[in-house]
């Protein structure tokens, strides 16, 4: 057997040597090699920053896409917190209409809202006044007068103002604000006043509560006064078909800021299943009231706030 390390030593004998190049081309060559090698450098390193640029593109465009769809990929609607209940006089609004959150709502001198909101309380808006509904239980009251009855649902309201914020404890009341004056009406229930870290300022039912600057002042105020006016004609129509002569009474005591009694218990058991029927729309409330308790053999009568609701005697007229 051949030794292949033996034939192959015996080959390089016998080879001649290489000639050595001169050395003019051996610069040349290694010049070229070189260039060549740093071209192949420069072309991957700007492969590398245009993937790196694109990949950094990308992830802008996703982060853009997430902070500008929410999960689910369509737009979130706004919150609808109110629905128009009434509109006097003249307003862009309509009957019916939906209220979304953080809208700015405005009247002029010639037009008043009422809005209905989602627990039930009743928002009435003045002539020449804005408010933004900020969520279902707060508003922000830029000037004008709001006008709010809460109810028996509510869990309170929140009504801000540049001057502070009224909150109400299930109440009626009014807020006002003209410039740096603000003035808090209650007419039912409790409402706080309460400004930065100052102690919160309490104003109770029949209390007109007045800051001008950093001075607070308060009065009484009637719950049956002149005052409620523009808000008692804003109130929702109440439909008397079907309805109790308990529930219609006491629809308008609370409208007109009466306290209601009845002549005896047993009326005021009875009323509640006393049904009415027809319609009273268009009559103001003492008429309203007169012609639904008439169908019913029952008479009223107003005197000092008070509602009074007997039975028809003979010499009644």
Same mark, same amino acid.
Do not use: C
């Given at each position: ?32 090699? /070189? ?47 109110? /629905? ?34 989602? !627990? ?90 007045? %800051? ?9 105020? /009637? ?10 004609? %804003? ?41 009415? /029927? ?10 309203? %009231?007169?012609?639904? %308790?008439?169908?019913? !053999? ?20």
């Amino acid at each position: 057997m051949i030794d292949e390390d033996d034939s192959t030593t015996r080959l390089l004998r016998l080879a001649d040597p290489r000639p050595v190049a001169p050395a003019d081309r051996a610069s040349r060559v290694r010049d070229a090699v /070189h260039d060549e090698w740093r071209g192949t450098i420069r072309r991957r390193t700007v492969r590398r920053r245009i993937a790196f640029a694109v990949v950094l593109i990308a992830a802008a465009g996703t982060a853009a896409a997430v902070a500008l769809r929410p999960r689910g990929g369509a737009p979130a609607p706004a919150e609808v917190v109110a /629905h128009v209940e009434r509109v006097d006089g003249r307003s862009p609004l309509a009957a019916g209409a939906p209220v979304p959150s953080n809208e700015w709502i405005q009247t002029d001198a010639a037009g008043r809202v009422a809005l209905r909101l989602r !627990d039930g309380t009743s928002l009435r808006l003045d002539a020449q006044s804005r408010i933004r509904m900020v969520s279902p239980t707060t508003i922000e009251l830029a000037h004008g007068a709001v006008y709010v009855d809460s109810g028996h649902e509510s869990a309170g309201f929140e009504v801000r103002t540049a001057l502070g914020t009224a909150r109400d404890i299930g109440t009626q009341f009014e807020t006002s604000m003209t410039g740096d004056s603000l003035r808090i009406r209650v007419r039912t229930g409790v409402v706080e006043l309460r400004r930065g870290r100052d102690d919160p300022v309490t104003a109770r039912a029949g209390t007109e509560l007045t %800051l001008e600057g950093k001075e607070i002042t308060k009065r009484p105020v /009637h719950r049956d006064g002149p005052e409620w006016g523009w808000a008692a004609a %804003l109130a929702p129509p109440f439909d008397i078909e079907g309805r109790s002569v308990a529930a219609f009474v006491e629809h308008l005591s609370r409208e007109r800021g009466w306290s209601l009694r009845y002549v005896d218990a047993a009326l005021a058991r009875d009323a509640s299943g006393i049904i009415l /029927h027809g319609s009273v729309a268009g009559l103001e409330p003492e008429q309203a %009231l007169a012609a639904a %308790l008439a169908s019913s !053999d029952l008479v009223h009568r107003v005197r000092d706030g008070e509602l009074l609701v007997s039975r028809r005697r003979p010499e009644d007229p």
